[in-house]
């Protein structure tokens, strides 16, 4: 049996190993979905596209969710690449999951947009439009969630959507992951769903598996809530449920 703990209101699930809890976070959040179906028309939902999410995705895709009644966002994606690029999030998520599935309506962001404000305000309607039941997320190695890293996390940002560009450590986090071959080849700028706007939901899933993940689940649930360690704010949220591995729980007092 997975452990469980709470910190600040945060319940957290350790498993043995990332398809186990891949399997754990897709089952919470299917019973989730159904859940909501039962009180209104559609459930609003915002993935995150990171290796951290493969297995959560490819067990969730295989559950019998009732996807026509479900609107899709992907909270993040790379500026200036190709939208046919193997190397976009919308390109990893529609593999992953959009694509295996018949959904309401699937929202994706515009990387490769001639105006990227006019993006940002375009997607940011949207979202005001299905305000998110759901968050789907990851951690990053420096605590970023999105694409809000240390250095341009603001968590009274004004904006819903913005154009933040990439701290070393995250797009090192890339090349880490395997996403790119070298540093040189992670784009440097992005969009991304600020931090108010990921808060602003009824639930939020945070699959974080992997011993790279480690220290940034140890900032998370030890700091004080700090844009020094973005990923602390989920404290304040009422709803979050963290699904750990024994690698990236290591560090964490139990």
Known sequence: MPGEIIRDNIRIKIFDNRKLLG???AIALADTICLLEKDQPAVNIIFAAAPSQN???DALSG???DW???NAFHMDEYIGLDNHSA???AHYLGKRLFDKSSFKAVYYLDGAAA???AECSRYAALLKQFPADVVCMGIGENN???FNDPPVADF???EMVKIVSLDPDCRQQQVNDGCFPSLEDVPGQALTLTIPALLNCRYIFCMAPGERKAKAIYHTLNDPITERYPSTILKRHPAVQMFLDKDSSKMIDL
Do not use: K, S
């Open 144 to 146: 970023h969630i999105a």
């Open 68 to 70: 026509t009644r479900v």
């Open 115 to 117: 105006d990227l404000d």
């Open 63 to 65: 559950l019998p969710v």
């Open 87 to 89: 190397h976009t999030f």
């Open 156 to 158: 009274n940002d004004p």
């Open 55 to 57: 297995e959560f995705l």
């Open 23 to 25: 399997a754990a976070a």
